[in-house]
């Protein structure tokens, strides 16, 4: 009954007694489940979506199936560790009484960045920084996170700074739909007039006007806000008339044309490659990074030049990430970065920040498992870290990061 699970053997044990294990639930989306013991992880397969009825049936099965493992090793389960804001944790709650060890919570950047702590072996309170560009997912304090600077010292993270915060027209209809968020961009910038000349093709001109008039409106009542870092690349792109297809998302289409624009070589190309902007410690912490100026950079240039506007976005995004990043470094006394989250799949914004990065003596470390089921495997190590007796579990209802 074992076959469906994979086993992936760590460089160092998980910071519990022998054979003491953590049972980890995953995230909402891309969900799997696992178990950490020893210096082994044990991962289930992928079950889709927690929303979907079948994929929580999954996870109950896949648990159940990790217990019955335990049960035969003859390890003891001493913690169920999940994500606070997702559907499982009322399976966790669960299965924590019936193993009458504590649920711990795990917001879900905090699990990215952790998965390199368990890949590292890294079990001390030494402060790291993190910088996690992902999808929009709830932090912390419950409002939706995914462009963020964190500071790490074991178990414990605090949020240092972030992307601004780009309002959601529709909710979660604006990752579905780019257009939205472009929309909510232009409003930022004070040109929501142009929405319907800009937009309207794609979205219809009339949904344009809509989306316009309702953020208009937003002081009277406002809307859902989220500091994705996927956000932010889906709304340029879209500005920028960059459509997803079926073969590729909106932001691998603005990856893609500004790879394009710069493999000409033009002047401008070389140029905007070559500069290394000076890496100070001056900058503000504990504020959004200021991304409108360069917003309305690629605005000014525009549909009919997206290639060198995609080109400017990102490369300039990966500067101020890495420029914020080495004044966190400085003010926190950190010597490495941890890079986690789905846009590092981008190349051209993982390469410029990790080489601006280097440029200040900071190395990076990503998680090294590249399929979906890493997730859970930061809930479990965090979780482990939380019950030594050097890292105490936080009262209940603390929130183990801070902004």
């Known amino acids: 009954m074992f076959e469906s699970l994979r086993s992936h053997a760590l460089q160092a044990a998980a910071p519990l007694g022998s054979g003491q294990a953590v049972l980890a639930l995953g995230p909402q989306r891309h969900n799997s489940a696992g178990l950490l013991v020893d210096a082994q992880w044990w991962a289930s397969p992928l079950h889709g979506d927690l929303h979907q009825a079948s994929a929580r049936d999954a996870l109950s099965a896949s648990a159940e199936t990790l217990l019955t493992l335990a049960q035969r090793r003859g390890w003891r389960v001493v913690a169920v560790a999940h994500d606070p804001h997702s559907p499982s944790t009322g399976l966790a709650q669960q299965l924590a009484h019936l193993l009458d060890c504590p649920a711990q919570p795990v917001p879900h950047h905090h699990a990215h960045l952790a998965v390199v702590q368990a890949e590292q072996g890294w079990r001390d309170t030494q402060a790291r920084l993190g910088l996690v560009l992902d999808g929009m997912s709830p932090g912390a304090d419950g409002s939706s996170w995914g462009g963020e600077l964190l500071l790490l010292k074991g178990p414990q993270l605090q949020r240092l700074g972030h992307l601004p915060a780009l309002a959601l027209p529709g909710g979660e209809e604006a990752a579905q739909q780019p257009w939205r968020l472009a929309a909510a961009l232009l409003q930022r910038l004070g040109q929501g007039e142009r929405t319907e000349a800009l937009l309207g093709a794609q979205a219809g001109t009339s949904n344009a006007r809509m989306?316009?008039?309702?953020?208009?409106?937003?002081?009277?009542?406002?809307?859902?806000?989220?500091t994705a870092a996927q956000c932010w690349l889906d709304a340029v792109a879209a500005l920028l008339g960059l459509h997803a297809t079926p073969d590729q998302t909106a932001a691998q289409a603005l990856e893609h044309a500004a790879t394009q624009?710069?493999?000409?070589?033009?002047?401008?190309?070389?140029?905007?490659?070559?500069?290394?902007?000076?890496?100070?410690?001056?900058?503000?912490?504990?504020?959004?990074?200021?991304?409108?100026?360069?917003?309305?950079?690629?605005?000014?240039?525009?549909?009919?030049?997206a290639g060198e506007a995609a080109a400017r976005f990102q490369l300039r995004l990966a500067d101020a990430l890495a420029q914020a990043a080495h004044a966190a470094a400085l003010q926190h006394g950190c010597h490495e970065v941890l890079l986690a989250g789905t846009c590092f799949n981008n190349p051209l914004l993982r390469t410029r920040l990790t080489q601006q990065l280097q440029l200040a003596s900071l190395p990076t470390h990503q998680p090294q498992l590249q399929d979906r089921t890493h997730t859970a495997l930061g809930q479990a190590w965090t979780a482990a870290l939380q019950l030594t007796p050097t890292h105490p579990r936080q009262p209940q209802g603390a929130r183990d990061c801070v902004g």
Do not use: I
């Not at 989306?211 to 989220?226: D, E, F, N």
């Not at 002047?267 to 000076?278: C, G, I, R, S, Y």
């Not at 890496?279 to 549909?303: C, K, T, W, Y």
């Open 211 to 226: 989306v316009a008039q309702m953020l208009a409106r937003k002081a009277l009542s406002p809307l859902p806000q989220s």
């Open 261 to 305: 624009w710069l493999a000409q070589g033009s002047p401008a190309a070389q140029a905007l490659q070559a500069e290394t902007p000076p890496l100070r410690g001056a900058v503000a912490l504990h504020a959004p990074l200021d991304l409108d100026p360069l917003a309305r950079e690629l605005l000014a240039l525009g549909p009919n030049h």
